[in-house]
């Protein structure tokens, strides 16, 4: 590698560059002779070896036997020893919170946000590894079949749960379980759709959780022609039988069976996901074809003594053995035992948490650090302030390890305290998202994202951490080698501190960060939150909707051939019978019936469609439209003209279920839009998706007004509706309009949708407007985000400004009343203090308006958003990002102009 | 002069050095170590050993002659301050014999 005289490796070069300067050319001269000589006949490993042992013993070696003066050493070890970090530099520390809030509250506010964020990956992870709130919980496992071709989790059959509890001898017990929904009926006639499980009675041994009252289901409950039976949750012995200690034995109608009530759970009972009725699981592999049949959950306690590998490899014996008995249903199935986190998630087995997570933890943990970055800035502009108090301390004999760690500790409080306030407010948080995701229904309520102490320590941890990143630069450049310079200079003259590239970087990045995503979102923010009621042709209030949903049953051998068909009539006719119900009520003025594409919802369906014989719409770039499914009878039940063509007609309706049917109508805004205001009836359209083929031709027969289409945006609103038949949109929802107060009909629509079908349920009856409200919900959460972290973003650069101005004030004190004295103008003093933060706010400004710029055109091309406002919004939040810049700038440099010539002379 | 005892590696570094006839360089003293004590010493800590050695008056130095296999950097010698080592190893010899007393008997068991 080296011969003599001939280029140093590298690692020596590194290691020296760990010494003081003025030892390091000797040093590396002794590392070369030792290399070129001694190691000459050595193997070229065990010479590598070597050399890249040196960075590391040099380091040691500077660090052990660093040139001290021998008073020096022995004041700093009386003190070392004797204090290390004490009680005062926790009070000095909480003294410094006091003594500068702005600082306090910009760095507060920083890691208190900063540290619970980036902590969110290894909470989530500790979530999905909690064990369930049930005696030994984490030894209960689920079993699954995971699909190796689509890498998904494939249903069990009630088949594989049949050969698994035969078969599996590593649990103590199996169980299964598939939630639903029901309509379950009051003594006054009220129906209601309540979620619930079908469960195995197995499954209560399992979760070994005592009923309040009565017993729980039993395995002589599963037997077909049982007594139907049922237990009910605490929630429901309250709210519909108000607590009656009489109820075992009382019978209750879900669907259109009475059921007695044998148990009642007790309160948080929730089991598996968030249910509330428990009835017998019913499922006997005979009555099904294999592979047919409902999906079952599955689930166990491991038997004593037996590990979870045990279990793991038991179960893919027996799933291997399935595999190969029946390949048409289970060749490319891998059975496996899961944790219960695992099988709600499913996630695979083999990734997810292991691969994932590390790498969002990663990623997060580099956000902090930019936060961290930010801090030291701040933390470096209050150290520079502080120099000759520090170079006094070193006089006096404090080490440089002591003055290090004083600082140290005062971050840390500072870090501490902002980590306990964010870990509150993280709390409160966790707590709302939990409410959010189990009112859901998709998330197991036994999940806790509670912050447990788990994630307390973590936080503590990487408080710690943020500490000692945010007060290492400002610690070292304040206690290195211009100390001495700076106790000549104590009296406040200056410091030998200087701000580096990196922080100048980091400022001109973050006003260009602030900048970019506070028009992000104030573009979207104003999309979410505008009111838009007017414009859509439609006055939501006026409107109450409903879903109608009919419970599918798992069809036996003896019913498979004609079940489904048999279902989609009776879904028709029950849909249509209850139509025209509605619509024989007092009061009700319109009922119509559509997909969950009601007038006025934020469609989910927004596609790119094509203009037959369009050149410019052609390709996989053709604009975005929305798409509803609508009853042939939609615009005429709501009273909607035709403007131009004809409305939909029962001929447009194929006979076969789902065939293709190619009339379509538009809306005004796709005439206008799309078609450029050409003649819309007889061109033909369809949908282009990616890489797919696109979809068959659509024809337009007839043009709407303006229906709602895109409440977000109604001005870029265009859409297109398809007819439906009866029975063919399932859940189907009403839009009825029904007097002044619509909502006020909600509890007849049931009692009537319950006397057309008792097993039909009304899903989430409220007003229009307010549906759309829970709709967009979510887009409100992220606009409220954006916001939030773009406020934060833009308080986090004017704070590193406000913090650069006043060290060149501090650095600059005796240069400004110098100048002052001989009679500077007050602006070139300005120009003094402003230059570097006036050009750092500059291109971080400019910067930020080019990288908005881009981010809202592509934001404009999805029909939500309003780009006619982007130029204004992108301007605005420029030259509010200047004025919050400026304002930041002004106080230091008030401070400068007023400095009088004495003062500073006199310092001098 | 302050503290007058020794680091294990310091007296070790001093006693190598007055191995060496009393003045040496970081190359020699590392390799007298090894030799000596079977401790894998990096040239550049024998060297920061000596300077601190040198700070607190226990050894002096001079910068020495040059050549090609340093790739022409100069050697630092160190010698050793016989009137300030000698009390303190003597110090350091006495200690360890005291507390050593009475105790050679029990190396010999198996």
Known sequence: MSTPGSSVPFPLRLAVRLLPKEVREEVLGDLLEHWNLRLRDQHWLARIAWAWRQPVSTLVARLQFSRRSEEQQGIAERRDRGIGVSLLDIKLGVRMLRKQPMLTGVAMLALGVGIPVSLTPLHLMNVLMTPLPFEDGERIIGIRNWDLEAYNPAPSSVHDFAVWREELTTFQALAASRTTQWNVHSEDGRAEPVRGAEITGSAFDILRVPPLLGRRLAASDEVNGAPDVVVIGAAIWESRFGRDPEIVGKTIRIGSVPHTVVGVMPEGFLFPVNDHLWLPLRANPTQYQRGEGPNLQVFGRLADGVSMGQARAEVETVGRRIAAEYPETNAQLRAEAVTMQRLASRESADAAIDSDIPFQQFVAILLLMIVCGNVSIMILARTATRSGEIAVRTALGASRVRVVSQLFVEALVLALFATGLGLLVANWVAHQFQMFITGQGQVPYWLDFGIGPQSVLLALGLSVFCAGVASLIPALKATGRGIHSNLQRSAGRGSAIRFGPGSTALIVAEVALSVAALSAGAAWTRTVFEDTSGEMGIELEHYLSAQLRIPLADPTLDQAATYLDDFWTQVGTTQMELKRRIESEPGVLTVAMASRDLPGVEH????????????????????????????????????????????????????????????????????????????????????????????????????????????????????????????????????????????????????????????????????????????????????????????????????????????????????????????????????????????????????????????????????????????????AVAAGTVLVGMLACLVPTLRGLRIQPTEALREG | MGRSRFGELEEQVILALVQLEGESYAVPVARELARLTARDVSPATAYMVMRRLESRGFLTSRVGTSDPDRGGRPRRFYRVVTDAVIPALSASRQAMLALWEGLEPMLDKP
Not at chain 1, 656 to 662: I, K, M, N, V, W
Not at chain 1, 686 to 692: A, E, I, K, P, T
Not at chain 1, 845 to 873: H, K, S
């Open chain 1, 604 to 875: 989910q369906r927004s596609r790119r469609v094509e203009v037959e014989g369009d050149i410019a719409s052609g390709g996989s770039q053709g604009p975005f439209v929305g798409e509803a499914r609508v009853d042939v009878d939609f615009f005429r039940d709501l009273g909607r003209p035709i403007l131009e063509g004809r409305d939909f007609a029962s001929g447009d309706i194929p006979e076969e279920r789902g065939a293709h049917r190619d009339a379509v109508i538009v809306n005004t805004t796709f005439v206008e839009l799309v078609l450029g205001g050409r003649r819309a009836v007889g061109r033909r359209i369809r949908y282009l998706s990616g890489n797919r083929n696109p979809s068959p031709w659509y024809e337009i027969v007839g043009v709407v007004g303006p229906l709602g289409m895109n409440p977000m945006n109604p001005a870029r609103d265009q859409g297109v509706y398809h007819p439906r038949g009866p029975g063919e949109i399932h859940p189907v929802s009403y839009v009825i309009e029904a007097g002044d107060d619509p909502a006020a009909f909600t509890p007849r629509l049931r009692a009537i949708a319950a006397e057309v079908d008792p097993t039909a349920m009304i899903e989430r009856p409220m007003l229009l407007s307010d549906l759309n409200d829970s709709d967009t919900s979510v887009y409100t959460y992220l606009a409220l985000v954006l916001v939030v972290l773009s406020a934060i973003a833009i308080i986090l650069s004017a704070a590193g400004l406000y913090a650069l101005m006043s060290f060149t004030v501090t650095q600059r004190t005796r240069e400004i009343g110098v100048r002052t004295a001989l009679g500077a103008h007050p602006k070139s003093i300005v120009y003094t203090i402003a230059r570097r933060a006036t050009l750092q706010l500059g291109l971080g400004v400019v910067l930020g308006a080019v990288f908005a710029a881009y981010t809202l055109a592509v934001m404009a091309q999805f029909p939500e958003m309003r780009p006619q406002n982007m130029p204004l919004v992108v301007a």
